[in-house]
C-alpha cells in the first residue's frame, strides 16, 4: 500500500504516512474521603464575610474619629470666646506692624503705656486680649469691656475712636497728667494703649455697677432701691470728687465735662467714683459738640459757650435725678428747650417757693424707692434739693459756684436715726408743723 490510496484522509497518520504527534491522556480521579465542609459553602456567603471584616473597622474608626472631633468642638465652645472686638486688634496690630517701616519689633506695636510708676510692666496688651472678654456697655464714644489677666484680675478696657484728631505728643502729654490724680472719689487712669485711628484707657474693674444702673435698672436686677442716707453719701462722693478734678486741672475749663449719672460708679461699699472725666481735650471736637454732657448745658445751648460754672450744672442735673428717681433724659438726647417738661422745671413746680407747702405735695417728688424718713431727714433732702436747683440755674452769673456747692452739701447731716439704724416714718408724722418743709 502506497502512500496515495490514502490521500484525502487528514487525520490519517503513520507508515507509510508521517508518524503521529505523541498524546497526552488526562485521567480525573474521584477521592472518597469526605469532602472539606467548607468547600460546600456559598461563594456568596463568603463575600458577605469578607465584606464586613473590612467596613467593620473602617466604620469603628469613622465613629472614633467623629467623637474626636466632638469633643474638641464641645471644649472649645465651654471655654469664654475673646470679643471679636478686642480680637480685631491684635490682627489689626500684626498687621500695622509688618506693614510698618520701622524697625521696631513687632511687639513695641502693641505696648501698653503705664501712666503711673506705681503700676509698673504688671501685664501687657496680650494679656487683655487672650483673656475671655464680656462687653459691659457701648457708649456716646465707644465700648467697654471687662477682661481678666491671667492672674484673674479683673480690668476694664475702653476703646475710643473719636481721638484721632489730636497729635501723638499732645494726647501723651494729657494720659500722665490724667495718670497724676489720685482721690477717693475718682477712677484711675491704670494704662493706655494709643494708635491713630482708635485708643485704649485701661482701668480697675468697679464691681458694683453704675448709678444709673442702681436708680433706674436695679429692679432689673433684683436689687433693693438706694435708701435715703446712702443717696446722700453718693452725692457727698460725687461733689468731692468733682472739686478735686477743678482744683487739680485748673487750665480745663470744664475739668469733667461729662458728668452723668451712668459715669458715676459705685464700688462694694457704694462710694462714689468718677469716671469718663477730662475728655475734652482729646475727643474730636465734633463729638465733643455733639455728645458730652458739657454741651448740653443752657450757657452753652443759648450761648455757644462752655465756662467754669458748667460741670456744676451737671451736678446740679445728677443731684435731682438721685433724689426723684427720674433719668433727666431730656437733657442728655436732645439739650435743653425742647418741649418736654424738664427736671429742673419738674421739681420747681412740685417744689414751689413756700417752705410751709404741703407734705404731700413735696412727697411728689422724691424718689419713693428711697423708703421710710424721719421729720428731720426730710428737712435735709428738701435742702439738698435746693442746692440742686441753685446749680441748675440757666443764669450762669446767679448759679451757684462748685465751691459753695461742696460746702453746702458736705454740711448736711443725715437726723432722726434710732438705734437700730432703722428710720422713722414720715407719714406717721404728717400733722406736726415741723414737717411741713
Not at 6 to 29: D, W
Not at 146 to 153: F, H, K, V
Not at 318 to 344: A, H, Q, R, Y
Request: charged share 25%; glycine share 6%; aromatic share 8%.
Amino acid at each position: 500500500m502506497n502512500a496515495d490510496m490514502f490521500a484525502g484522509n487528514k487525520g490519517v497518520c503513520g507508515a507509510p504516512l508521517k508518524a503521529c504527534e505523541a498524546t497526552v491522556t488526562i485521567i480525573f480521579l474521584t477521592s472518597t474521603t469526605p469532602a472539606d465542609p467548607r468547600e460546600n459553602v456559598s461563594p456568596n456567603f463568603m463575600n458577605k464575610i469578607s465584606m464586613w471584616i473590612i467596613v467593620i473597622p473602617i466604620v469603628v474608626g469613622v465613629f472614633i474619629l467623629l467623637a474626636i472631633v466632638a469633643f474638641v468642638i464641645i471644649n472649645q465652645c465651654k471655654k469664654p470666646l475673646p470679643d471679636p472686638k478686642l480680637k480685631a486688634i491684635k490682627v489689626e496690630d500684626r498687621a500695622s506692624a509688618a506693614s510698618s517701616n520701622e524697625t521696631k519689633p513687632a511687639e513695641a506695636a502693641s505696648k501698653l503705656t503705664f501712666v503711673s510708676d506705681d503700676d509698673g510692666d504688671k501685664f501687657d496688651l496680650q494679656d487683655l486680649l487672650n483673656g475671655s472678654a464680656e462687653i459691659l456697655g457701648s457708649g456716646c464714644f465707644g465700648s467697654s469691656y471687662r477682661t481678666s489677666l491671667p492672674d484673674g484680675t479683673a480690668m476694664v478696657v475702653k476703646r475710643y475712636k473719636q481721638m484721632n484728631s489730636v497729635g501723638k505728643e499732645d494726647f501723651q502729654e494729657h494720659m500722665r497728667r490724667i495718670g497724676r490724680l489720685r482721690h477717693n472719689n475718682v477712677l484711675t487712669l491704670v494704662a493706655y494703649y494709643y494708635r491713630k485711628d482708635e485708643k485704649l484707657f485701661v482701668c480697675d474693674f468697679v464691681h458694683n455697677c453704675s448709678l444709673a444702673v442702681h436708680l433706674h435698672a436695679h429692679q432689673t436686677l433684683g436689687q433693693p432701691g438706694l435708701d435715703w442716707p446712702t443717696r446722700l453719701k453718693i452725692v457727698k462722693g460725687v461733689a468731692k470728687g468733682l472739686a478735686y478734678l477743678h482744683k487739680e486741672l485748673p487750665s480745663l475749663i470744664a475739668p469733667h465735662s461729662h458728668l452723668k449719672s451712668s459715669n458715676v460708679l459705685l464700688n462694694e461699699s457704694f462710694e462714689p467714683l468718677l469716671t469718663d472725666y477730662a475728655l475734652i481735650p482729646v475727643i474730636n471736637a465734633e463729638s465733643a459738640h455733639e455728645l458730652m454732657v458739657a454741651y448740653k448745658s443752657p450757657e452753652y445751648v443759648q450761648h455757644g459757650r462752655v465756662t467754669k460754672k458748667t460741670d456744676v450744672w451737671s451736678l446740679g442735673v445728677l443731684i435731682l435725678e438721685i433724689m426723684t428717681g427720674k433719668f433727666p433724659s431730656n437733657f442728655f438726647l436732645k439739650g435743653k428747650g425742647n418741649d418736654e417738661e424738664d427736671i429742673v422745671t419738674w421739681v420747681k413746680s412740685k417744689l414751689g417757693d413756700d417752705d410751709r407747702e404741703t407734705l404731700l405735695t413735696n412727697l411728689e417728688v422724691f424718689d419713693r424707692e428711697m423708703g421710710a424718713i424721719g421729720v428731720g431727714d426730710g428737712k435735709t433732702m428738701k435742702q439738698l434739693l435746693k442746692i440742686g436747683l441753685s446749680c441748675c440755674e440757666d443764669d450762669v452769673q446767679k448759679r451757684i459756684d462748685l465751691k459753695d456747692a461742696v460746702g453746702r452739701i458736705e454740711g448736711l447731716k443725715l437726723r432722726n436715726m434710732s438705734n437700730d439704724g432703722e428710720f422713722f416714718s414720715a407719714i406717721a408724722s404728717d400733722c406736726e408743723e415741723d414737717i411741713k418743709w
